[in-house]
């Protein structure tokens, strides 16, 4: 029977361990499933533990996978779900990965949307309709992503008329050079497009271009 040769730490990522079945890798495990399906050189390695250690490897690979999408940038629990099963991972490993997620905090909707908002307020200044039709798109419940949104208003004493009219300003700024008909089609485009209201936007245009 075919017996484990070796458990070595794997140079493609620190924390993962190569097990080699007759000097052959058969699998890339974390130490604590080595641990716990008993894993130590001269183990023999029957069907059934290739099975287990088949399992863990792909449920491994998919949570590594994972925490490298979250370390390139915060996604929300249904944003996270659907990327790695476009990269071709399994719903049953996914879900895993999600759940071990969850439990070590590194996952957190709630978290993660008031990130969110508070980038997109203090950043391209969106508005609070905009915020929710994004925070939508990510798979945050509207509950959850109003709560953030309306937390972070108050936290940060934010002013919606005053980011209104900073991010009016510095839009206008890049449209001196058109004519001024354009200039206000152009203006009331780009702020409908950050989600704010006619009235606000007509508001707004009026305070720094004047009645038309």
Request: net charge positive; glycine share 6%.
């Amino acid at each position: 029977m075919p017996v484990i040769t070796a458990v070595t730490p794997s140079p493609r990522r620190e924390g993962r361990f190569d097990i080699l079945v007759d000097g052959k890798p058969a699998a890339t495990l974390s130490l604590d499933a080595i641990e716990r399906l008993r894993l130590h050189i001269g183990t023999e390695y029957g069907e059934r533990l290739a099975e287990s250690v088949a399992l863990e490897g792909a449920r491994l690979r998919t949570f590594d996978r994972a925490l490298d999408l979250l370390a390139f940038r915060a996604r929300a629990t249904r944003e996270l779900r659907n990327a790695l099963l476009r990269k071709g991972e399994l719903a049953p490993n996914v879900d895993h990965a999600i759940e071990r997620l969850t439990s070590m905090g590194l996952l957190d909707d709630a978290s993660y949307a008031r990130q969110y908002a508070r980038a997109k307020i203090v950043g391209p200044g969106f508005s609070r309709r905009r915020l929710q039709a994004e925070l939508a798109k990510r798979g945050v419940a509207r509950a959850m992503a109003d709560a953030a949104i309306a937390d972070t208003l108050a936290e940060d004493d934010v002013d919606s008329d005053a980011i209104l009219e900073r991010v009016a300003t510095k839009k206008l700024r890049s449209l001196q050079k058109v004519d001024e008909p354009t200039r206000r089609r152009r203006l009331y485009e780009f702020l409908a497009r950050r989600g704010y209201d006619s009235d606000d936007i007509r508001r707004v245009m009026d305070r720094l271009l004047g009645r038309d």
